[in-house]
């Protein structure tokens, strides 16, 4: 009522509820997300402590689905269970896949996942029937994709499919040589400008595309922190060494088995406008600053 009554033009209404009237907001200021991913998370293991609140009785509501990623982690690091509505986990996202695998593939040439996930995205005209190709050739010479393409001249492929490979692989290299004097970010922001994967994303203005290219941003951003911070875990682990190596290690800690938490009392993370007409006995809304929650 006390907001409502400041509009100009407003329908009269008194809004009332017969329910007690509760514990005042809190607001917290953090100085970084993920501070304020790790203060909800042990806000949330407090309470749970204190109060014998069951994880579902807890929600994080956020702007952005790109949000989320600095709560899962720290909910992950708590052994939280968590589900995400209207949305997947930050690390399932294609986008952040896509991504993650060039830099799996730079770390590690014979990562056959990333490889198949990334030698044709963005398009530079290498089709499924050349991919068929090396994976028959691969198989019989009991060789790894990467032996193969590392070596396409002397095979029988096309010119064009050989001339685009090459590029691929002198392009993965290179990102290779580099990872020797760049850390984690500098090197993880020169992929994804120089593969066009970020361009890719930005030219497309939909609803989606700008998700998309949030996520990415935000996956950089997360990298950043990384390199910037000495980031202190449970096991009292500091990580100084800021290679990008030791980046993907730690996503892999942080990104186990999805489909176990599943089925269990989870916290619930959500976007404010998917959260509309919900209750919950604690709720967060987090990311609350200028120009990111209007």
Avoid at 46 to 66: D, G, P, Q, V, W
Wanted: glycine fraction near 4%; aromatic fraction near 8%.
């Amino acid at each position: 009522n006390e907001l409502i009554h400041k509009n100009k033009n407003q329908l009269k209404k008194e809004i009332w509820t017969q329910n007690d009237k509760g514990e005042d907001i809190k607001i917290v200021r953090t100085p970084s997300d993920n501070e304020e991913g790790r203060w909800v998370a042990d806000s949330i293991m407090e309470l749970k402590m204190r109060e014998h609140h069951k994880n579902s009785e807890f929600a994080i509501l956020y702007r952005t689905n790109a949000q989320s990623r600095a709560f899962e982690e720290s909910l992950r690091r708590h052994n939280i269970p968590y589900k995400i509505y209207g949305g997947m986990s930050f690390y399932q996202r294609k986008e952040v896949k896509d991504l993650l695998a060039y830099l799996k593939l730079t770390v590690n040439h014979n990562d056959e996942e990333a490889l198949k996930r990334v030698i044709n995205y963005p398009a530079r005209g290498i089709g499924q029937s050349t991919l068929d190709k090396v994976a028959i050739l691969a198989a019989n010479e009991n060789k790894t994709s990467w032996d193969i393409i590392d070596n396409i001249h002397s095979y029988d492929f096309t010119a064009r499919a050989k001339s685009s490979i090459e590029e691929f692989v002198m392009m993965i290299k290179s990102f290779a040589a580099l990872s020797v004097s760049k850390n984690a970010y500098e090197l993880s922001a020169h992929i994804g400008k120089t593969t066009r994967l970020i361009a890719e994303l930005y030219n497309d203005k939909t609803v989606e595309g700008v998700s998309r290219f949030e996520n990415v941003q935000e996956l950089l951003n997360s990298i950043k922190e990384f390199v910037e911070e000495d980031e202190l875990l449970e096991d009292e682990v500091i990580f100084t060494d800021k290679s990008l190596g030791t980046f993907l290690q730690n996503v892999s800690l942080l990104t186990g088995d999805e489909k176990a938490t599943e089925n269990l009392d989870s916290v619930k993370l959500m976007t404010v406008h998917a959260a509309k007409g919900l209750e919950f006995p604690v709720v967060y809304v987090v990311g609350i600053e200028e120009n990111l929650f209007p």
